[in-house]
C-alpha cells in the first residue's frame, strides 16, 4: 500500500544550525507533499507544501526539495531558533487525488538554545 | 472565518463505553476527513466525507467506529465500545474542493481509554 518513511525520527540542533528532515514516498503517482508543524498540545499546522512539478521551494528560513525519480523529499531549516521545536510531519497525496494524505512517522525537531 | 472545531478536547472513558467526538468544518467546505494519531506514531488516515456521503472510509479501523455527517455540515465519530488500543488524537480536517492542496486541521480530541 501507499507509504511514506520519515527520518530522522529525533532531532537536536544547537540554535543557528540547519536542520534537515527527509521523506520517501512509495507512489510514484503522489503530486502533491506538505510539511506540517505540530507544537506540543497544538493542532498541525501547513507551514510549507511542494508540487511534484517542482523541485524546490523556499519561504524565509524554510525549504523543501523534491527528487521525484527517487521518491525523496526534504524539509531544510535553516537559522534555527527555539520556536522550532516541535514534531514535523511530512505528508504524501494519493493516486486518486481525493484530497487523502499519507503522513510520516514525524520528528521530533530539539532546538537547544 | 471561523476555524475547523473539534469537542470535546480530551475524553477519559473506561473501556467498553462509548464515545462521540463531533467535528464543525469550515462553512462552505464539502471536504471532511477524520484522522487519528496514537502516541508516538503517523497521523493516520480514518475516512472522507464530500458533503454527507463518505468518499473513501478505508482507513476506519473496525465496525466499532462509525462515522457520520448529516446535512453536509458537522460530522460525529462515535467508538463503541471503546478499546484500549483506540487511545489517541483524532483529527478533523477541511476543505472547499477537490484540488489538492494543505488543509486546515482542528485542534483534534485527545482520547482515552482506560
Known amino acids: 500500500g501507499e507509504n511514506v518513511e520519515q527520518h530522522p525520527s529525533t532531532l537536536s540542533v544547537q540554535e543557528g544550525d540547519s536542520a534537515v528532515i527527509k521523506c520517501t514516498y512509495s507512489d510514484s503517482a503522489s503530486n502533491y507533499f506538505p510539511w506540517y508543524k505540530q507544537e506540543l498540545g497544538k493542532r498541525p499546522q501547513l507551514i510549507i507544501d511542494i508540487r511534484s512539478n517542482v523541485g524546490e521551494k523556499k519561504d524565509q528560513r524554510i525549504a523543501v526539495t523534491l527528487n521525484k525519480t527517487a521518491k525523496h523529499f526534504s524539509l531544510h531549516i535553516t537559522e534555527t531558533q527555539p520556536e522550532d521545536s516541535a514534531v514535523y510531519f511530512c505528508a504524501a497525496s494519493t493516486a486518486d487525488n481525493t484530497g487523502k494524505l499519507i503522513f510520516g512517522q514525524g520528528t521530533t525537531l530539539q532546538v537547544k538554545p | 472565518e471561523a476555524g475547523v472545531t473539534q469537542f470535546p478536547s480530551h475524553s477519559v472513558i473506561e473501556k467498553g463505553q462509548t464515545v462521540t467526538l463531533r467535528c464543525d468544518p469550515i462553512?462552505?467546505?464539502?471536504?471532511l476527513y477524520w484522522y487519528r494519531r496514537v502516541m508516538g506514531k503517523e497521523i493516520k488516515f480514518l475516512l472522507h466525507?464530500?458533503?454527507?456521503?463518505?468518499?473513501?472510509e478505508s482507513g476506519m479501523p473496525n465496525n466499532r467506529f462509525l462515522a457520520e455527517r448529516t446535512g453536509g455540515t458537522y460530522s460525529t465519530l462515535k467508538v463503541q465500545p471503546a478499546e484500549l488500543e483506540d487511545s489517541g488524537v483524532y483529527f478533523c480536517?477541511?476543505?472547499?474542493?477537490?484540488?489538492?492542496?494543505?488543509?486546515?486541521f482542528g485542534s483534534g480530541t485527545r482520547l482515552t481509554v482506560v
Open positions: 466525507f464530500v458533503k454527507e456521503s463518505k468518499q473513501d
Open positions: 462553512s462552505g467546505h464539502d471536504n
Open positions: 480536517a477541511s476543505s472547499q474542493d477537490r484540488e489538492i492542496h494543505g488543509y486546515t
